[in-house]
């Protein structure tokens, strides 16, 4: 049950982050690999400063998202 939980919470986050970073959708498994890559970069950015309840996760794993998808801009920028 925790993986589906980390896949649904991962999809959250990454179509959250994509929908603040304009121009970072991947689609629904990009994002959902963005969101969980992001959600393990969010947690060690900021720790538990977010909680630890659901919409707390959803929301460090949108932080984590949102750096995650920065960087990916950085290093295909121009790129098709």
Known sequence: MGILWTLIIG???GWLGAQIFKGGSLG???NM????IGGAIGYWLLGTVLGTALIGQILTGAVGSIVLLAIINLFTRGRA
């Open 11 to 13: 999809a959250i986050a």
């Open 33 to 36: 690999i963005v969101g969980i």
């Open 28 to 30: 629904l498994v990009g």
